[in-house]
T-cell receptor, first 114, second 114 residues
């Protein structure tokens, strides 16, 4: 069974500050990992994903995440927050073996203040 | 370039009423999913389909039924709505198994059961 834990239901940063959203996973095999963003009253949009290869992956809107197998983590970062980054962010995991659905974390709401 | 379209976008039901949520995708994706989103719970998988004519139970299937008569459509039914089914429902699709592609999400249906 696979699972995802997102630390912090809410994270507040100032505009221009570093954004760090934490995600830890549990999986019996090296997983596929995803970050999605949800803006108010909208569906989920894929930010970035890790499947194989380079452990540092870059996504849209200046976000990136690093897969660390030893720490079972896939934290999302952005060097400088923008007001438009305010949204809810979801980490998700799936297994590369056989058919696997996405399992989501409970989400982290990012609040950006001027 | 519609992607995944959900109808209706909003609905209010009385306890005991029935309704069907429609999901349509125009990307020729093989796999389709229904999730529900509740505050603090993230997204939980209700049912999914790995191809036309197939359905399977997810994490929280009770009280819901689904059908996939056509590849492009995935219907979610509530036979006797309960207040506990008040939620935002998201449909998603993906082209193949294994989860490395990620999902394309619809914009959601906000359902209130009174």
């Amino acid at each position: 069974a696979q699972s995802v834990t997102q630390l912090g239901s809410h994270v507040s940063v100032s505009e221009g500050a570093l954004v760090l959203l934490r995600c830890n996973y549990s999986s019996s095999v090296p997983p596929y990992l995803f970050w999605y963003v949800q803006y108010p009253n909208q569906g989920l949009q894929l930010l970035l994903k890790y499947t194989t290869g380079a452990t540092l992956v870059k996504g849209i809107n200046g976000f990136e995440a690093e897969f660390k197998k030893s720490e079972t983590s896939f934290h999302l970062t952005k060097p400088s927050a923008h007001m438009s980054d305010a949204a809810e962010y979801f980490c998700a995991v799936s297994s590369p073996r056989g058919y696997s659905t996405l399992t989501f974390g409970k989400g982290t709401m990012l609040l950006v203040s001027p | 370039n519609a992607g995944v379209t959900q109808t209706p976008k909003f609905r209010v039901l009385k306890t005991g009423q029935s309704m069907t949520l429609l999901c349509a995708q125009d990307m020729n994706h093989e796999y389709m999913y229904w999730y529900r989103q509740d505050p603090g719970m993230g997204l939980r998988l209700i049912h999914y389909s790995v191809g036309e004519g197939t359905t399977a139970k997810g994490e929280v299937p009770d009280g819901y039924n689904v059908s996939r008569l056509k590849k492009q459509n995935f219907l979610l039914g509530l036979e006797s709505a309960a207040p506990s089914q008040t939620s935002v429902y998201f449909c998603a699709s993906s082209p193949w198994a294994g989860g490395n592609y990620g999902y394309t999400f619809g914009s959601g249906t906000r359902l209130t059961v009174v």
